[in-house]
């Protein structure tokens, strides 16, 4: 079914449309709300709370973006909001790309002989401590591959921003990386 | 050279990296539960809107009732009108406890013993 069918299905009220919808953008979804709320016990309510938006908004959507995007703008503001409510975090704007601190010690202690796995959790960990907007843009970029433009329709952030965030989010990870990891140099030469 | 090699060999390990998905994934029995949800929101949706239109043809039918009766009295006094003005909390109570009557028949039993799997 592709998304035009889809997208008619819903707005006549057909369930098993909705069932195909949430196994066609659970993922994107799920990837979304865990990086942005950090949370895996909130990430189930808010996926589902997400869809149901979806589900009950669908008579907006006009087909001007891909359906993909406008979901993907849902998910965001549904996150936004309830990082806002559970007022852990506090969202910082455009204007902010300051230097980000990390503690080593949030980081896990390394393995001395680093792999391709260890890699991906020590990224996924400096992820996880960067600001939201860095951990948003970062993910709706590497993970779900959305293009800028893209981006900016789903975050509502200016493009020059979202490739701002995108290239300090990568020197962050790389600066962290070679901190925290002293021998990282000779590993990768033999990767 | 080297440090160039070091720097790209880096890169393509985050690149990788971020690529790949966070360890937690979502529970299997997601979309399911969250389709009965959806069907739940649903059907209370339909029947609360049937009993509003059930509500509103009775009230209305009553309305239409009174202004029949009331309208020819013109200026002569109608005695069940005073009657239950003097009664007002009596009738007042066995409106409600028809309201809820008709609401626990129309709707919380149905949703209550409402079957699954209904497609919209």
Known sequence: MDDVALVNALKAGNTNAFRFLVDKYRNLVWHMVLRMTNRQEDAEDLCQEVFI?????IGKFRGESKLSTWIGSIAYNACVDHVRKSKR???SDASSLGPVN???SDVSPLLNNIDRNSMKKLVHQIIEKMPMQYRTVVTLFHLEEFSYK????ITGMPEGTVKSYLSRGREIIRQKMTELVPDIQPVLFEA | MEMKECKEDIDSMIDDSLRQPPDFIIPA????????????QLAWKDLLSEFGIKTGLVVAALVVMLIC????????PVPWLDWIARNRFIVTGLIGVLMFTILFDQILLKFMFRKTGKSY
């Not at chain 2, 009766?69 to 002569?76: G, H, M, R, V, Y």
């Open chain 1, 102 to 104: 990390m503690a080593a």
């Open chain 1, 89 to 91: 975090e506090v969202l």
């Open chain 1, 150 to 153: 893209e981006i900016e329709e």
């Open chain 1, 53 to 57: 938006r979806v589900f009950n908004q």
């Open chain 2, 29 to 40: 029995s997601f979309t399911d539960k969250l389709v009965k949800k959806l069907e739940k």
């Open chain 2, 69 to 76: 009766l009331i309208f020819p009295a013109k200026n002569d």
